[in-house]
Structure formats: C-alpha cells, structure tokens
C-alpha cells in the first residue's frame, strides 16, 4: 500500500472540502472518503487505488434509517448494510432490498459496508484487479484484458468495445426496481439524483462509472412510498450459495389485480455494466396475465440487446431463468 494522510470528517462541509481538492471523483482520486473500508482498502492493498488523503467519514451524522412524511424512508449513507437489512420497515414495506443485502459477501462483511460503500463499491473484473494487466477502466487506452480473456462473470448488457466490466452489488439492483433517488452534497450545494441516472454506461471512458464529482458526498438514499398491495422479490444466482457475486440475478416489484399484472418494476443483476433497469420487460408485463408465458415474453425483452462473448453467452439463458423465476415469486405472493 502506497503511503497515503489519514484525517477525520467531523462536519459534512469538512469532508465535502477535504473531496474537492482531488482532481478527480473517480480514476485518479487521490483524496477518497472511506466508510467500511472493505472495498477501498482492498484496492488500496492491490495497488490499484492510490489516494494521497483518505478520508474518514464514520464521525458524520448519516446512519439512521427514517421514515418520510410522504411516506417514503431515507437510507443515511453510513447505515450499515446489517442493519438496513433487518431495519423492520424495510423488512415490511421493501423486501426486495433486504434479500438483496441478505444475498452478498458475508455477515461480517455486512457489519462493516454501508449504504454508500456499496452504492460506490468497483468491478470485480479479475484485470481490474490486477494492476499487471491492461484495463482501460484502470488505466485509459490501454485496451482490456477480459475481452478475449476470462470474461465468464462479466457484463452481456450495456457493453462497449472499451470494457465489458460487470457492477457487483445486490444491493444497487433492489434499489434500481425500487426506483430509489441518491442525495449528494458537493461544493455547489445539494442535489438528487435518480438511482438510472447516478450510473454511466462505459462508452469509451469506463473510467468514469457515475455522475460524482470532487468532493461530492453521498448523504442518504430515498425510497419512494411503497405502492399499495405491491410484492417484490430479489433471486440471485451464482456459482454457490454463499459468498459469492452474482451471475445473474433478478430484482422485482410487481402488483397484481385479480390475475393481470398492474404495475411492475425490474431490475437485473450480474449481467450488465451497470444495475439494469429493463423498461422492456416491465412494458411486456403491464396489463398482461399472470402465467409463464407472460414472463418467458418479458425476459425475452428483457434481453433482446445483450451482447455476450464466448465465455458468458450462458448468461443470457440464465438471466432469463433468473427473471421468470423472480415474476414468478413475486406475482404469486398474497
Ligand atoms: C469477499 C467479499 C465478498 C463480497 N460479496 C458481495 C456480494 O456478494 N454482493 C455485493 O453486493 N457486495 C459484495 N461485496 C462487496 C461489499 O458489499 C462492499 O465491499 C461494501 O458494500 C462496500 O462498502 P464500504 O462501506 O465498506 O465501502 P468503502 O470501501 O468504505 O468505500 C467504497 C467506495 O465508496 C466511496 N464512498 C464511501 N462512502 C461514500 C460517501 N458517503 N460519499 C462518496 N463516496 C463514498 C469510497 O471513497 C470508496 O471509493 C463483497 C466484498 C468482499 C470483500
Ligand atoms: S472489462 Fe473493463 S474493468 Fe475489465 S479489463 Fe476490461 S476495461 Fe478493465
């Protein structure tokens, strides 16, 4: 590990000027906020995160969990997932999102990573990880190791030529069907941001994966007043049953009247370049009966543009059968 200045935010404008001073939010950080550490120390131990000032934001008043007047609940951002996850509203009103924190690393693990953390955590793309291999998300222009390399757990949607690098949590997934709004203080003030707008697509700079800039500092996420007689569900699939990423998974919020689908929300995990939300599948649902063909129709949509190399073509079959299986859960709920 790089030597680096450790200091402590005691005020939110502290920490907000502390950020600003790096050139950058993203690649290049060399001032980086630390909430759990258990992703910003492993890059920092493999080298591939470099910061001259790290940040400690644990002091900051930003883990509670609480209900809204509209409703809603606001998520600090040092909530930790642990507790997010057994927090009884969440557990009542938003289960998707509790199975969804329930599904990653370990319990450990989860006493220790926060709301923001994991909103924020990097690829596990194994050439991101490994400072010996060309990556252009790491290190611009240098090309990418995982295209015709070990791509099995990578993205199949939302690809570019630049990178194919998959986003790792279970977490980001459930919030994008929940439809969840980031809160972000920064240099110019407050502002917030819609979870399918908080993400960047590679393109040609998958160095940049999110709309941060210096010095912004997420402060809490919003749900949105649970919709009336709503269901949802999170399935994950992966390579065993604990500890592990997803190769697919899917996340639903669906309302059912009589036997027609009434209002549906889907999201998809493992398989794209960013948490999926999948407006085809939710169009291909709406006012369309509860029975199987209606969800093999859906996650037919659902993965009409994927775009798959050799070594994670088996992924499109899978994410299928991950979304049926996750309609499936969550219409037939009572
Ligand atoms: C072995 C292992 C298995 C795992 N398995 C899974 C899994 O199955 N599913 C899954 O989803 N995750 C999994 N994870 C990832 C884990 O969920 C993340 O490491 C964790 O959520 C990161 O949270 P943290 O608070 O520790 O983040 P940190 O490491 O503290 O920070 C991560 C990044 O967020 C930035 N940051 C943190 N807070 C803020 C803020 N408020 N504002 C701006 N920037 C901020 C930091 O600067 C850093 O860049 C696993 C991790 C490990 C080590
Ligand atoms: S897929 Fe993305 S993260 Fe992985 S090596 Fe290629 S550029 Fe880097």
């Not at 990178?163 to 240099?187: F, K, Q, Y």
């Not at 569900?233 to 604990?242: Q, S």
């Amino acid at each position: 590990m790089n030597e680096f200045r450790f200091s402590r935010a005691d005020s939110l404008a502290q920490a907000v000027q502390a950020g600003a001073k790096s050139p950058t939010a993203q690649l290049g950080a060399t001032v980086r906020f630390v909430a759990g550490g258990t992703n910003l120390v492993d890059l920092m131990k493999l080298q591939v995160e470099h910061p001259e000032q790290v940040v400690d934001i644990n002091n900051l008043p930003l883990g509670k969990v609480e209900r809204l007047p509209d409703g809603g609940l606001r998520i600090g951002a040092l909530v930790r997932n642990s507790d997010l996850a057994h927090d009884p509203n969440v557990v009542r009103d938003y289960p998707v999102l509790s199975q969804a924190l329930l599904s990653g690393a370990s319990p450990q693990l989860r006493n220790m990573a926060t709301t923001s953390g994991n909103l924020l955590q990097r690829t596990r793309c194994v050439y991101f990880r490994d400072v010996a291999h060309e990556c252009n998300k790491r290190n611009p222009g240098s090309g990418c190791a995982a295209m015709d390399g070990y791509h099995r757990t990578l993205a199949i949607l939302g690809t570019s030529d630049s990178c194919i690098a998959t986003n790792p949590s279970d977490m980001n997934v459930a919030l994008t069907a929940l439809e969840a709004t980031i809160h972000i203080r920064g240099v110019k003030g407050e502002r917030s941001v819609a979870i399918n707008d908080f993400y960047l697509l590679p393109g040609s700079t998958p160095n940049r994966e999110t709309v941060l800039e210096p010095g912004d500092l997420i402060t809490s996420v919003t749900l949105p007043k649970p919709t009336p007689g709503t269901h949802s569900v999170y399935v994950k699939l992966r390579d065993r049953e604990a500890y592990e990423f997803a190769l697919a998974s899917a996340a639903v919020v669906a309302q059912v009247d009589g036997a027609t689908i009434r209002h549906v929300r889907v999201a998809l995990g493992g398989v794209g370049t960013k948490p999926w939300r999948s407006p085809e599948a939710e169009q291909a649902l709406v006012g369309k009966p509860v029975r199987a063909e209606s969800f093999r129709a859906a996650a037919e949509a659902a993965l009409q543009n994927a775009r798959p190399r050799t070594g994670n073509a088996f992924k499109v079959e899978l994410s299928k059968r991950c979304l049926v299986r996750a309609l499936t859960l969550a219409t037939t709920q009572s």
